[in-house]
């Protein structure tokens, strides 16, 4: 089963794309751009206006954290930290700082959600695999007993060890990768690279602004249409902009569509209007960023926008599944022309 909760496996099926054009009195083609798989997603990191070399050399040091982190953080990598918390029969595990920063936000993310969000789904996780060639729907009785493992209550944090309780699995792929993708802006701002774009499988960081000084633009996957087709597009500056969509990661049974976003309530794909949303907010909120992305989705456009309307710093755009926007206030969205 996939480290993500949100499982995109690759770029053409982003829920965000990069309008990079730097515009006059900049050079476009100075750029230096890598892309990996990590996190179970396709990685693209670019580095505009540096000698390419150095930016080659920052674009390598930032994968490599990628896969420092994802030995830290995946539940299905042995020996990492996740799992041996998940198979330490309650006990407490001595972890590393960033796992306890990313189960501390975790736990914040289902604290503000009333349980909406929570990071012990991992045995409902575990049950549906999108990824199958011939995925199949679990069968009811399973779902039921993973559902009553899940509690984020059952996870203590105590100095640097975390204790899990019951017989719940964590599973952090509904905030790693804004989580992570944050850390590595940071990396790369610390090492000298001023304008840049990190998209982590929809996870997209804005570092400073492109090479002529203006904002870049984010565009915005419309789900039903042809990849690369945009709704529009929104501002970024030193900002996290992070889509999660039911269109990401889905499969047809009996004649019923079955996403990825789970309900931690139920066990199983959430119903409401949304078909995605996209949150932006500070680059260093990039992790509570891509915890509220699913938040609002299990939430549905009116309650989603309610909560983000509530958290300062945070904008919301819905593309409700009759095709139509809504957004917050302070979301800037430019549309797509006709």
Same mark, same amino acid.
């Given at each position: ?13 982003? +829920?965000? $794309? @990069? ?6 009195? %900049?050079?476009? &083609?100075? *750029?230096? #751009? ?21 930016? +080659?050399? $920052? @674009? ?6 990628? %896969?420092?982190? &994802?030995? *830290?953080? #995946? ?264």
């Amino acid at each position: 089963m996939s480290l993500f909760f949100k499982r995109i496996v690759s770029l053409g099926l982003l +829920a965000l $794309l @990069i309008i990079t054009q730097t515009g006059c009195g %900049a050079n476009p &083609e100075r *750029k230096v #751009s890598d892309s990996g798989f990590y996190l179970d997603t396709e990685c693209t990191i670019t580095v505009y206006d540096m000698d390419e070399s150095e930016a +080659a050399g $920052l @674009i390598a040091g930032a994968f490599d954290l990628c %896969a420092d982190y &994802e030995s *830290k953080l #995946s539940k299905t990598i042995e020996g990492s930290d996740v799992d041996r918390i998940n198979n330490a029969g309650g006990k407490p595990v001595k972890v590393s700082e960033e796992t306890l920063d990313v189960i501390s936000l975790g736990l914040e993310a289902g604290k503000e959600s009333d349980g909406a969000f929570d990071i012990t789904v991992g045995r409902i996780t575990d049950l549906w695999d999108f990824k199958a060639e011939d995925p199949k729907v679990p069968a009811e009785k399973d779902i039921r007993e993973a559902v009553s493992t899940v509690g984020y209550e059952n996870v203590k944090i105590d100095g640097d060890t975390v204790s899990l309780g019951g017989d719940a699995k964590i599973d952090l792929g509904g905030i790693a990768k804004g989580y992570i993708s944050y850390k590595l802006a940071e990396y790369l701002e610390e090492n000298g690279a001023e304008h840049a774009i990190i998209n982590l499988g929809g996870n997209v960081v804005a570092v400073g602004t492109k090479p002529d000084g203006s904002d870049w633009k984010v565009g915005i996957q419309d789900p039903n249409a042809e990849r690369q087709t945009v709704i529009g597009s929104t501002p970024a500056k030193d900002q996290a902009v992070i889509t999660s969509g039911i269109y990401e990661r889905k499969f047809e049974k009996d004649g019923k569509i079955y996403h990825h976003i789970i309900d931690p309530e139920t066990g199983y794909p959430v119903e409401n209007d949304i078909e995605g949303v996209t949150i932006k907010c500070a680059s260093e909120d990039a992790g509570m960023c891509d915890a509220y992305s699913t938040i609002c989705l299990l939430k549905g456009s009116a309650e989603g926008k309610r909560f983000i309307e509530s958290k300062k710093g945070f904008e919301a755009l819905f593309y409700k599944k009759d095709g139509t926007v809504v957004k917050t206030d302070g979301m800037d969205f430019e549309p797509a022309e006709e």
